[in-house]
C-alpha cells in the first residue's frame, strides 16, 4: 500500500493540474432513458430499466443490461447500473477544459450519487482520460471511487476498499504531457 500511495498522488495531481473537470452543464440537463423494459415502484420513488438501457444527460452517456434509479424527498437520483453476465456497463463524459476531453469508465456495477456527483465502479473497474481521442491516463482495479466535481479517484484491488497482501494489484498507466510550444 505505501507504494501505491505516490502512484495515486502524482496521478491525482496531473488530473487536477490539466484544470479539466466534468461538464459542469451536464448537472442541469434532463436525464433521458432507453430501454427494452421498464417498471416503476411511484410509493417508493423505485424505476427499473431492463434490456439495453442507455441513459444521456448532457454529454454523459451511461450503458447497461438494467438500471434501478432511486430519488431522494429532494429530488437527487441514485443509479446503479449492472452489465450483463461476462459484460461491462460503461459511462462516458465530457470534461470542462478543452473542445475534445472525456473521462470514460466500465465495470460490472456502477453506481452514480447524483447529490455528491460521486460515481463508484466495482468489479474489473477501468477509467480512461481521453484527449483529442488518445488516451491519456488509465486506471484499473476492483473498485474505483471517482468524485467528478473535484476530478478526484481513488483505486483499489477489492471491492470492499480493503487491500489484503496477494488479493490484486491496481495498475496504472500515466502518459508524458508534451510540452506546450510557444508560438511566435
Partial sequence: MTRLLPVLLVL????????????????TKPTNVEANQMEYD??????????GVVLTR??????????????DPEGYQFMTMYAAPGALASFRQKRDGGPDQWIEGEAERIEYDDKNEVMKLFTRAK???IDSGKITDEVAG??????????FFT????SSGDSKPGAGRIKAVIQPRAEKTKEN
Fill in 127 to 129: 477509467m480512461r482520460r
Fill in 12 to 27: 491525482s495531481g496531473l488530473i487536477a493540474a490539466t484544470g479539466a473537470h466534468a461538464e459542469k452543464a451536464d448537472r
Fill in 58 to 71: 448532457g454529454t454523459i452517456l451511461m450503458k447497461s443490461a438494467k438500471m434501478v434509479v432511486t430519488q
Fill in 142 to 151: 476492483e473498485y474505483i471511487s471517482y468524485d467528478t466535481r473535484a476530478e
Fill in 42 to 51: 411511484d410509493l417508493k420513488q423505485v424505476n427499473t430499466f431492463i434490456g
Fill in 155 to 158: 483505486v483499489h484491488n477489492t
